[in-house]
């Protein structure tokens, strides 16, 4: 990277975070975060990307910032509980509204450029799934912001899956992985008395248990880890085969038909954790996950996400 690139994101995150310059107005920190998307950490370029200031939603409203299948709503300050929640509110029509418009499932962000918190919809209200107090202090600070929105996005196409990037991008700590385990968080609590979802996770149990004893700790939360971790490893272990996870079909990505193919047998098979398939949204979950992990090479459009 270039000294004056690093200077530039410097500059830039300084104006977001300390509001460097006096009182600065909404229109002015929408202007900069448009800038912070544009930077080449996002893997977005010009002909794919979609930011629209003011795109107009229903009943006069407006969203403050759109790209792909995320609505950011910027505000001057985010300092106090009430403006997180009136903002929140805010991006929550909007999430719906585009939602029910595309027919795909859209990420609320609201910040003031300090404080960045991402939503996802459950039951018709946002629920936080993951946070971001970015600071200043040299290219580092900036990076890490970055990573996090990065996470968020799902932008950036053709990552090569090593170990440093997996674990930057999909472990424990990452927002990718925050918002991903908040969603099927909360498709499992709807569906979690479905006859086939319960089997499978008393299966899932007994195995464990059986195999561990009293080391084993039944939980659902260690059963949902558990689900992700495989459907994340299912989908890189076709796209270690060479193909495009996203032109497959969410059953074909978690069958293992394209291996039984190809000749290969006992990579991918069916499991306990498909069971996000039996469930409302198990589709459209498995394509966001194989569209955000790296090694896809999917372009990002206004119309994808």
């Known amino acids: 990277m270039t000294q004056a690139r690093v200077g530039s994101r410097t500059a830039l995150l300084e104006r977001l975070v300390n509001k460097s310059g006096g009182v600065r107005s909404e229109a002015t920190i929408q202007s900069d975060v448009r800038m912070l998307l544009l930077d080449n950490e996002l893997g977005l370029a010009a002909d794919d ?12 409203q407006r969203i403050d910032v759109e790209v792909g299948c995320t ?23 909007y999430v719906q509204t585009r939602a029910a418009e595309m027919g795909q499932r859209y990420v609320g ?16 209200a946002l629920t936080e799934a993951t946070r971001h107090t970015a600071t200043t202090g040299g290219p580092g600070a900036a990076q890490d912001l970055l990573r996090w929105l990065e996470g968020v996005l799902a932008t950036k196409k053709g990552v090569r899956p090593t170990p440093n990037e997996i674990a930057d991008r999909l472990g424990a700590e990452s927002s990718s992985h925050a918002l991903d385990y908040s969603i099927l968080k909360a498709m499992y609590a709807d569906s979690r008395d479905l006859p086939t979802v319960a089997l499978k996770r008393e299966l899932w149990a007994d195995l464990l248990r059986s195999a561990l004893g009293t080391q084993f700790t039944d939980s659902d939360d260690l059963f949902l880890e558990h689900t992700l971790l495989v459907n994340s490893a299912e989908i890189i272990a076709h796209l270690v085969l060479g193909l495009d996870a996203e032109e497959l079909s969410p059953a074909t990505l978690l069958s293992g038909d394209q291996f039984t193919i190809a000749g290969l047998h006992g990579v991918v098979d069916r499991d306990f954790f498909d069971w996000v398939l039996e469930v409302p949204g198990g589709d459209g979950f498995i394509n966001a996950l194989a569209d955000g992990l790296p090694g896809s090479t999917g372009q990002q459009s206004s119309t994808t996400c």
């Open 49 to 60: 990307l979609d930011v629209q200031l003011e795109t107009q939603v229903g009943q006069g």
């Open 71 to 93: 609505v950011i709503e910027v505000k001057r300050s985010l300092a106090s509980e009430t403006a997180i929640a009136q903002a929140a509110a805010q991006v929550s029509n």
């Open 109 to 124: 962000i609201i910040t003031d450029g300090r404080l960045w918190i991402a939503y996802h919809e459950v039951e018709g």
